[in-house]
């Protein structure tokens, strides 16, 4: 019998169906709420996760891994696909193809020194351009940091000489950097060559980094592999077009919202997710979705696409995901006068009408904030995003590539998931609780 049938079949007997609840019966069902989501006991069972295997969190744990797929039911809705690619497409054409061939700051380094930097810190979490820039300046001040032969013979200095101590994990990281290096000592090369060792297949790389536990997964390797090639340095490759786009919430987000992804029920809780069985759904189909994108966007414009789905990443991420999607227009309402204005900057504090007007020094207190395409003047805060203003490639944008798509599917509301981490002093690992024993959980 299922654990959801005998779940329901406590609670129902909680109660007779007539009469209003006592407290008394109140007390059961939240302990049977409590012990069916929360608790194990011995016996029952384990499920594999990481490597390693672990007991079950709670009978709703092992229905949820079982059935999340089924109950979730998500799917790749074609139609919107093909709006989004027309979108895609529409930018390309507008921008000649620099939308998505952003290319970020070297900081002074050649294609050899940036290649061995991110190579060697991008299995570590340094993400984005920021980062970069610290690990340059690191590799400026005393570049045998990032020697292959000293990271070999003393990884834990390398990881000290990063900056990648404070965070935490710390043995897990030295073996990461000691597994790479090796890889690259092995194979009798540099970062900067290391595709030749692999016939110029970025699939039989990534094959090959993901199997030596150094630390790249799936969206690492893929982001690193991308940026290799947007920034020229490595080119003549093969198998580009297999690197997706990396998910994240920004990606989720857009996708849920223009309905290139739909959920049969809106998602759940992270509190509900045990060992994120529905973050990861939601991420895997969500690069499905961006590569079928792609795919309708290659087979109507042949001529006019990008190389791989993984170019989608700055636009889709960077600009829509966390310039336009996202509730950047304010409105004003002015302290002293009845008027009401909208502005591009929530941290505004004065009645711009009354300046403009001459009235100097009225104060005005922003009353909401609310996303540019929801507002006829949404205008306002794309015109001043920093895509729009200082990047110069579509300076006469006034809403969001996106706004009638979503004008259409009407979901501009939907959240992406969020996840609990299985291991780690706030995962589900630390959180157990046996039946009858009361306690459990997290605690921040
Ligand atoms: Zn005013
Ligand atoms: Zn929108």
Redesign the pocket.
């Known amino acids: 019998m299922s654990e959801m049938k005998i779940f329901l079949e406590k609670i129902r007997s909680c109660w007779d169906g007539e009469n209003e609840i006592t407290i008394d019966e109140a007390r059961k069902v939240v302990k049977e709420i409590n012990e069916f989501l929360y608790t194990n006991y011995p016996g029952i069972g384990d499920t594999f996760a990481l490597g390693s295997s672990y007991p079950y969190f709670s009978d709703f744990h092992r229905y949820w891994e079982e059935n999340h797929k089924e109950i979730l039911n998500i799917k790749i809705n074609e139609t919107k696909c093909e709006s989004v690619a027309d979108v895609m497409h529409g930018i390309f054409v507008e921008t000649e193809g620099q939308t998505f061939t952003n290319i970020w700051n070297m900081f002074g380094l050649s294609n050899e020194e940036v290649c061995r930097v991110r190579m060697l810190t991008a299995n570590q979490d340094f993400r984005g351009s920021r980062s970069f820039e610290e690990l340059a300046k690191i590799y400026e001040d005393d570049p045998t940091i990032f020697d292959l032969e000293k990271i070999q013979s003393s990884p834990d200095e390398f990881i000290k000489d990063i900056g990648a101590a404070k965070l935490s994990q710390n043995d897990k990281r030295i073996s990461y950097a000691k597994n790479l290096v090796n890889l690259l000592i092995e194979k009798e090369t540099e970062p900067f060559a290391i595709l030749e060792k692999y016939n110029n297949s970025v699939m039989g790389f990534k094959d090959d980094l993901l199997a030596r536990q150094t630390g790249y997964g799936n969206k690492k390797a893929d982001m690193f592999i991308r940026d290799m090639i947007v920034l020229n340095i490595w080119n003549d490759v093969t198998g580009f077009e297999e690197i997706n786009v990396a998910s994240d919430v920004n990606t989720m987000k857009v996708a849920l919202r223009t309905g290139i992804i739909e959920t049969e029920i809106p998602l759940v809780s992270s509190f509900l997710d045990i060992f994120c069985y529905q973050y990861g759904d939601v991420d895997d189909m969500n690069a499905s979705a961006w590569r079928k994108v792609w795919e309708i966007w290659k087979e109507k414009y042949p001529t006019e696409c990008i190389k791989s789905p993984c170019l989608m990443d700055y636009f889709i991420y960077d600009v829509v995901g966390k310039q336009f999607c996202k509730p950047t227009l304010a409105i004003f309402k002015?302290?002293?006068?009845e008027?009401t204005f909208k502005w591009h900057s929530g941290r505004n504090k004065t009645?711009q009408?009354?300046h403009a007007a001459g009235?100097k020094n009225?104060r005005?207190t922003k009353i909401a904030s609310v996303m540019p395409c929801m507002d006829e003047e949404g205008s306002i805060a794309i015109q001043k995003s920093k895509f729009v203003s200082q990047e110069g490639l579509m300076p006469y944008l006034q809403a969001c590539p996106f706004k009638t798509i979503c004008d259409s599917t009407n979901k501009r509301f939907l959240e992406p998931p969020k996840s609990i981490s299985i291991l780690g002093q706030t995962g589900w690992t630390s959180a157990y609780a046996e039946k009858d024993k009361g306690g459990g959980g997290l605690m921040s």
């Open positions: 002015c302290d002293e006068c008027h009645c009408v009354c009235i009225v005005a």
